[in-house]
């Protein structure tokens, strides 16, 4: 009888007590290094691409892509009987992967085009990292299909290990926030991750060796039941678990960034529990009873449904947490219904290869199409209302998702009908519509039964009420959505990006007719205003006509404050903001003051490059106000690159008003690192201005004269950075940035 057979009585060889340890080992390197691997590049292309929240989300359906394409190599090699033969083969692809070793970004890929930056973006991933990450992402499910030839007495249902590799997954994240990114610069993150990829071969080949030695012939011995035959509906269900985690993934990491900033911090956060939910869930005795999650998750679902519908004026970090809680809660049930249906061992190969295709799928969804198909951001409404219906849906729930899905859509007709104005109902009470639905269905089923359909019945009243919101002009691009909307009874039109306003024009009188002449800045951009004060300063201090460039488009607001005989240049890496601006039937900013203005498309680190030292008298960077903000145009490196595109005397000015970040102290330390004189303004809204609002400005200039007139107005400040590290590119605090403004 085989050790494998008897482990109770068999007495282990060297090998066989040595194969846990050492297969546990490989697996934690080689996961620690596949997962470090994401945030550390992301971070290396992001510069080039705006700081947009879509780099992450593209990354992570090319991590993805590439992680089937590993689950599919393993599965062939573990099809070859002749360990040794796989072995070798698949050390030599992880040798070959040494040619793009170190990693960096390759000669000729130093900007993305104007458009198409999803595929140049995946195409760099592919030439940069993708054979590495290939060669690291088959281990996981290899190493198992391995570790089952053994004689240990667990090789019958290796699946713990995969939850064992996530813990090297989840290390590898949650130290690239606490010490890897702030420590390492990127060259040494790449050589550190060059250093532990050479010593993961070397594991790997260990490994090979101890169960083609005595531990595997002693697993070789016993006889493999014959395997059963693989069923169409597990297939489908391993695709659906696999899918609706992976889409919430992306989605959840983009709501959350939208608002925040594209910085590797927040971008971890979502995959690491991603990644703990492994941990939890795959092991003999799951950690988290899945009636506990079924019961907990549409209890979650409701406020986060809530919250991505209404602005509810919550502190950033409430809807943080409660979108992480809720994400956590839906991986977990996810993934714990999968480890219920996992196979027997001999279809280990091709269950991860099938669930890594739902990722894939999931991934693909939510940051590829969704953004051809939706001009808003349908996916995370419909990927919140899919993981409840996932495990849940059986026979006896399809006749009442339907009567759910017809009750929801008869009561929006009856409201059309009916009610005076139905698109104020679905745009502001289309949650008590759901809650009316809800009361219905709670009295007919059991209120478990009935949250399958009840997710039916919100589902279309959520597309109602976008519908019902009316737009003049709505795009959906790379960089988010940019819409443009009436406000106040049409007193106002309004330019937004995602939850943040981006300019403001007063367009009709109170008593309805147009406004005429020359459009007036609101918002951030009014006259009395921070941004009016360092335009009216540069052009106090410029002898001639100034040459003035503006970083951040929005409606064109401050386009109305050119002189005569200035030259103006504005730069803006969203094409929608520009067509959105340049249109002479929504705002009349740009048609009406500048007209002849160029606009250049694209990072404004990259296209500043561009431009001759000393080009501006006054530089603007107005790209900090909220929606995500791009840390690499505040960096030292950012700011070496302003000073030497203004003049000697030139002044550089940075919007950093922000509802989330505090910035000031940052810009103070990084200034002083460079030996740049830097004041600080904060302005309050004009009380006789409608529709302005407050502002704080930070100005950097080396004119003498210009900083005497700062410090004679008690409005500037000479900042103090209060023991902040300035911002690198290789570093960036966004924790401590968030901490301060919630103090504040």
């Not at 902040?724 to 605090?733: E, L, R």
Request: aromatic content about 10%; hydrophobic content about 55%.
């Amino acid at each position: 009888m085989s050790a494998l057979q008897d482990p109770v009585h068999a007495v282990p060889s060297p090998a066989v007590r040595l194969a846990m340890p050492v297969y546990a080992a490989t697996l934690f390197l080689s996961a620690f290094l596949l997962f470090s691997i994401q945030p550390f590049f992301t971070k290396l292309a992001l510069p080039r691409l705006g700081g947009s929240p879509a780099v992450w989300s593209i990354a992570m359906v090319f991590f993805q892509a590439v992680l089937l394409l590993g689950y599919f190599y393993a599965h062939l090699l573990a099809r070859i009987r002749d360990l040794r033969v796989s072995a070798a083969i698949h050390l030599l692809v992880l040798a070959s992967a040494f040619v793009v070793l170190p990693i960096a970004i390759p000669a000729g890929w130093e900007r993305p085009p104007e458009t198409g930056q999803a595929v140049w973006l995946l195409a760099l991933l592919a030439v940069s990292v993708g054979l590495p990450f290939f060669a690291v992402s088959a281990n996981s499910t290899m190493l198992q299909a391995w570790f089952s030839r053994s004689a240990h007495p667990r090789a019958r249902d290796p699946y713990f290990l995969y939850g064992a590799s996530n813990i090297g997954s989840f290390a590898s994240l949650i130290l690239y926030i606490v010490l890897i990114e702030p420590v390492l610069t990127l060259p040494q993150q790449s050589m550190g991750w060059t250093i532990g990829y050479g010593l993961l071969g070397l594991m790997i080949a260990g490994c090979a060796a101890l169960v083609n030695g005595r531990a595997g012939t002693a697993a070789a011995s016993g006889a493999a039941p014959k395997a059963k035959p693989l069923a169409l509906r597990s297939v489908a269900a391993w695709i659906a678990l696999g899918f609706v985690p992976s889409g919430l993934l992306v989605a959840v990491t983009s709501h959350i960034t939208t608002d925040v900033a594209s910085a590797p911090f927040l971008w971890v956060a979502p995959l690491a529990l991603f990644l703990l939910t492994f941990v939890l869930v795959f092991r003999t005795r799951p950690l988290v009873s899945t009636e506990l999650l079924k019961w907990a998750l549409p209890l979650l679902a409701a406020p986060v449904l809530m919250n991505v519908l209404v602005d509810l004026g919550w502190p950033v970090w409430i809807p943080v947490l409660l979108h992480l809680a809720f994400f956590l809660v839906a991986a977990l049930y996810c993934h714990s219904v999968l480890y219920a249906l996992r196979p027997e061992v001999e279809k280990l190969t091709i269950f991860y290869l099938f669930m890594s295709l739902g990722g894939v799928l999931g991934g693909a969804f939510a940051s590829l199409l969704a953004p051809l198909v939706f001009n808003w951001i349908a996916e995370y409404p419909i990927l919140i209302v899919a993981s409840l219906f996932v495990g849940r849906i059986d026979r006896r729930h399809w006749r009442s998702v339907g009567v759910a899905v017809v009750a929801a859509l008869a009561f929006s007709l009856l409201a059309g009908i009916f009610l005076p104005q139905p698109e104020a109902l679905f745009a502001s009470r289309s949650l008590a519509v759901a809650a009316v639905i809800a009361a219905l269905f709670v009295a007919q089923f059991r209120w478990r039964d009935a949250v399958v359909p009840l997710a039916a019945a919100v589902l279309p009243l959520i597309f109602l009420q976008q519908a019902a919101v009316p737009n003049l002009f709505k795009e959906r691009s790379f960089f988010g959505v940019s819409r443009v909307q009436l406000a106040e009874q049409g007193t106002y039109l309004n330019l937004a990006h995602g939850t943040t306003l981006h300019g403001s024009e007063h367009i009709r009188n109170a008593d309805g007719s147009a406004v005429t002449g020359r459009p007036i800045p609101l918002t951030y951009y009014h006259s009395k205003g921070g941004i009016a004060a360092s335009i009216q300063l540069a052009q106090e201090r410029t002898q001639e006509a100034g040459r003035f460039g503006i970083v951040g488009l929005g409606a064109g607001s401050v386009a109305c404050y050119a002189r005569p005989g200035e030259h103006w240049s504005f730069y803006e890496i969203d094409r929608s903001v520009v067509r959105a601006a340049r249109d002479a039937g929504l705002f009349h900013f740009l048609p009406e003051c500048g007209p002849q203005m160029p606009i250049i498309l694209g990072d404004a680190r990259l296209t500043l490059s561009e431009e001759a030292d000393g080009a501006f008298d006054y530089l603007l960077i107005d790209a900090f106000s909220s929606d995500s903000i791009p840390t690499h145009l505040m960096t030292q490196e950012a700011l070496a690159l302003y000073r030497a595109k203004v003049g000697a005397n030139g002044i550089i000015a940075l919007h950093i008003s922000n509802r989330y970040l505090e910035l000031g102290s940052v810009l103070a330390a990084t200034a002083a690192a460079l030996n740049l004189p830097i004041r600080i303004g904060q302005f309050p809204a004009d009380p006789e201005l409608p529709g302005s609002q407050a502002a704080i400005v930070a100005i950097i200039t080396s004119d003498a004269e210009a900083l005497a007139m700062l410090d004679a107005d008690p409005r500037w400040a000479r900042p103090d950075s209060g023991g902040v590290a300035p911002w690198t590119d290789d570093y960036s605090n966004i924790v401590a940035a968030l901490l301060r403004r919630a103090q504040n």
